[in-house]
């Protein structure tokens, strides 16, 4: 149940949402090639938490906000907090993740896995907000080539944001949305469910 009382169908795929390896993968792969930063990473739409674990690793923030509508999903990643974050940097919260619950200006690093064509446009413009000058968004797309949502699951997909089918098409997406410098290679599974995605590096303007 979300804080208002409703379900979201992410409760409902939450509890075997790990099994699925490729999420892990993803999530380290986008943050492995950015630079340690001090201070404050947003993962929107963290689900279990995996980009937000992986940032705790790799980029050795001071804080992390990581947002999810799913309380199942965040509950998820709270338990396996015990364990991964015993200091409690990663601050989980249930909310919508648009706008996320961050002050203007403030966030060194925004991390968005595999969750980026269930908020829309609007979370490119709340990025902006929220990211300061020079600071590095990273998320990732699925290809429309192997993307096949359940019709519960297409129901949620605003239409605003089309899927990019290259690499290319996702730099553009991204540097038309407002960001700068961006770069995007595509990943694989290598099992025999093929799927594959975009991952987007870019920066917020101004420096
Ligand atoms: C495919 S999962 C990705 C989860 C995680 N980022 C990962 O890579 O493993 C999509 C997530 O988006 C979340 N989500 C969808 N719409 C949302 C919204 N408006 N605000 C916050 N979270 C949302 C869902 O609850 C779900 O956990």
């Known amino acids: 149940m979300t804080a208002d009382g409703t379900t979201t169908p992410f409760d409902a795929i939450a509890a075997a949402y790990d099994e699925d390896d490729f999420h892990q993968v993803i999530a380290e792969r986008l943050v492995t090639d950015i630079p340690t930063t001090g201070g404050l990473v947003v993962d929107v739409a963290t689900g279990t938490g995996h980009a937000a674990f992986a940032a705790l690793q790799h980029l050795r923030p001071q804080r992390i906000v990581a947002v999810d509508l799913s309380p199942a999903m965040i509950a998820s990643a709270a338990a396996k907090a015990e364990s991964l974050d015993p200091s409690g940097v990663i601050d989980w919260r249930v909310a919508d ?7 203007d200006g403030t966030a060194d690093v925004v991390l968005c896995a595999s969750s980026l064509h269930f908020l829309g446009m609007a979370a490119f413009t709340d990025w902006l907000r929220i990211l300061r000058p020079g600071g590095v968004l990273a998320y990732s797309l699925p290809s429309p080539e192997t993307f096949n949502p359940s019709p519960t699951f297409a129901a949620l997909i605003p239409r605003d944001l089309a899927l990019p089918p290259t690499p290319s098409a996702a730099i553009h997406l991204t540097e038309a949305a407002g960001f700068t410098q961006a770069s995007a290679t595509e990943l ?16 917020a303007p101004g420096r």
Do not use: N
């Open 97 to 103: 993740a648009v706008p996320a619950p961050v002050a």
């Open 188 to 203: 694989k599974t290598t099992t025999d469910r093929p799927r594959s995605v975009f991952l987007v590096h870019a920066k």
